[in-house]
């Protein structure tokens, strides 16, 4: 049934594809540009299709190249993960997450500690770059932790909790809220989309003339500087109810007037289809399923 598939050439071309360079691609396989060129040309004849094409300084796959791509992706990785749950003695098993600076700060690593205690075979790296990963592309990632409103229909995914951004500030803060003006602490959003309104959306809910005249506004690139600096008593932070959650948990922050609150996105694990398969990925789906449960903050099951 399979003696006639090319297989040298499909890994090559899985390879290549994956990377965007057949340079790339002969290092990761051990052999000649030239060779990975071969194959790949070999497989293109043997189909009668073009899979890339071939630009001055790069190539990018044809529609035809990215049809087999995710599909071959896909078997190659359930065969090496069948290959290796038959190996005797495994060595530790390696995870890799990738997700925001402020996600993995302020909810996923101080919770981790359960997760090890439950796999402590398990070696969980985390990858915190701004960028956006391309599962498809980048097999070196496990699985993703977005923050976004947009849905993934070629990703397996695992809907978490959605969000609410308030106000919070120390007990000390919040006391002295109720008699004079605030100083403001917000965060410098990438990505206009996620939160449009800010302080403004939450003023006119709450009916609040903060913003008036020339208010105290004190602003940071991530998050979790921003809840710092709400600690450290420098003022009032609108921040999201994931993500201050341990700081209301341990006292650190109160919520300012908790009825008033302005709408997030939502966070979502993710990982190429078949890969929740994979068990060490299993293992942290299950485990983040049931944190988001714990947390009060998790999705209802549909």
């Avoid at 690593?109 to 980048?138: K, S, W």
Wanted: aromatic share 10%; net charge negative.
């Amino acid at each position: 049934m399979f003696a006639s598939l090319p297989l040298t050439a499909l890994r090559a071309f899985e390879s290549a594809s994956r990377l965007l360079s057949f340079k790339a691609a002969a290092q990761e396989l051990s052999v000649t540009p030239t060779a990975v060129s071969h194959q790949i040309r070999s497989l293109e004849s043997w189909l009668g299709v073009s899979l890339f094409e071939r630009l001055p300084r790069q190539v990018r796959l044809t529609e035809s190249g990215e049809r087999l791509f995710h599909s071959l992706h896909g078997a190659l990785l359930e065969v090496a993960q069948s290959v290796d749950t038959l190996r005797p003695q495994r060595s530790s098993a390696n995870l890799m997450i990738s997700t925001t600076a402020a996600f993995a700060t302020l909810w996923l690593v101080p919770r981790l500690g359960r997760f090890y205690a439950r796999h402590p075979n398990i070696n969980l790296r985390l990858d915190t770059h701004c960028e956006v990963i391309d599962l498809h592309q980048d097999a070196s990632v496990d699985l993703v932790i977005r923050y976004s409103l947009d849905d993934y229909p070629n990703l397996y995914g695992l809907c978490l909790f959605d969000e609410c951004f308030a106000v919070y500030g120390s007990p000390e803060q919040i006391a002295l809220a109720a008699t004079r003006q605030p100083t403001l602490i917000s965060v410098r959003w990438h990505n206009s989309k996620l939160y449009a309104y800010g302080w403004e959306a939450w003023c006119a809910q709450a009916g609040e003339n903060w913003l008036e005249g020339q208010p105290m506004i004190r602003e940071y690139d991530e998050e979790h500087y921003a809840l710092q600096a709400a600690i450290a008593g420098q003022g009032l932070v609108l921040a999201s109810n994931i993500l201050v959650s341990e700081s209301v948990a341990s006292g650190l922050l109160q919520p300012y007037r908790p009825d008033i609150h302005v709408n997030g996105a939502g966070y979502s694990a993710l990982c190429v289809p078949g890969r929740e398969r994979h068990p060490p990925v299993r293992a942290f789906f299950q485990w983040l399923r049931e944190e988001a449960l714990l947390s009060g903050h998790a999705l209802p099951v549909k």
